[in-house]
């Protein structure tokens, strides 16, 4: 039984390794990396100061999945975020789910 569970915890590991390096892939297909780090400041913020300043938020992947069809402005100071219509709803949804597990 031991060794059943261990295959089930090493299959889900492979399965959360595997859909975080989609995600990442697709941030950078989308354009995100562009301007976004996961962890560094470049001209936006890190993805993880995102998924920081949003955590206690309940709506934070709607409301993050709309910023990045529409951009933003004067939320992280004055270099606005460009509108991003080619993204689609169901990938900008995959992005900011993936964005606030990020720690």
Known sequence: MKTVWIGVVAASALLMVGTAQANADLAKSSGCTNCHMVDKKLVGPALKDIAAKYKDDADAVTKLAE??????????????????????????KALTTWIMTLK
């Open 67 to 92: 910023k990045v069809k529409k951009g933003s402005q004067g939320v992280w100071g004055p270099v606005p975020m460009p509108p991003n219509a080619n993204v689609s709803d169901e990938n900008a």
